[in-house]
């Protein structure tokens, strides 16, 4: 059964720093990773997706990167900003569907 | 072009009753997913269809029910509500056809079982 972890629950730093967050999953037969963020009282928004072929992708200020054999998912954000501050949400895509891990809660204080 | 809309926002029911939840997707796209997030178990799968045909299902029980219509809009049902039916229901759509595309959520609909 495929179980996705984020570590760590939660993360608070200054505002410009660089930060990573983790994602881990147990089994490597995914179709892709993505990598969303929720707002407190929204939906999600989609940041980046990784075709399991991939290595990693690049949007702006955020770089992702997956490595299937290992179960391992990385999301870096640069330069971060009070704005960053949500709840990043990661998810494996086996068939039809996407598993989630629990989040990681992210705060940048001005 | 539009996002994700669904309909209620918000409902408050009882102990009981059935509730009927509204999701319309993108325009041309034909792949409509549904999930529950609760503060405790996180966000979970509950069924996914694509041009009227369900591909795939979670593990929720049979009160839950969804169904989608030849306009790609999708509705999804809770009978004999329970307390803990309490959540946000998400909705998500993709193009579908590989089942790995960039799944589109809309905002939700904030359900909440008295």
């Known amino acids: 059964k495929q179980e996705v972890t984020q570590i760590p629950a939660a993360l608070s730093v200054p505002e410009g720093e660089n930060l990573v967050l983790n994602c881990s999953f147990t089994?490597?037969?995914?179709?892709?990773l993505q990598w969303f963020r929720q707002d407190p009282g929204k939906g999600l928004t989609s940041l980046l997706l990784i075709q399991s072929s991939q290595r990693e992708q690049t949007s702006g200020r955020l770089n992702a990167s997956l490595d299937k054999s290992s179960g391992r998912s990385t999301l870096y954000i640069a330069a971060s900003q009070p704005g960053d501050s949500a709840t990043y949400l990661c998810a494996v895509s086996p068939a039809y569907q996407l598993i989630w891990g629990a989040g990681t809660k992210l705060i940048i204080k001005p | 072009k539009a996002g994700v809309t669904q309909t209620p926002r918000y409902l408050i029911k009882t102990r009981g009753q059935q509730v009927t939840l509204s999701c319309s997707p993108i325009s041309g796209h034909r792949s409509v997913s549904w999930y529950q997030q609760t503060p405790g178990q996180g966000l979970q799968f509950l069924f996914e269809?694509?041009?009227?045909?369900?591909?795939n299902k979670g593990n929720f029980p049979g009160r839950f029910s969804g169904r989608q219509f030849s306009n790609s809009r999708s509705e999804m049902n809770v009978s004999t509500l329970e307390l803990g039916d309490s959540a946000l229901y998400l909705c998500?759509?993709?193009?579908?056809?590989?089942?790995?595309?960039?799944?589109?959520f809309g905002p939700g609909t904030r359900l909440l079982v008295l």
């Open positions: 269809y694509f041009s009227e045909t369900q591909r």
């Open positions: 089994d490597s037969a995914i179709y892709n």
């Open positions: 998500a759509s993709s193009s579908g056809s590989s089942g790995s595309e960039t799944q589109y």
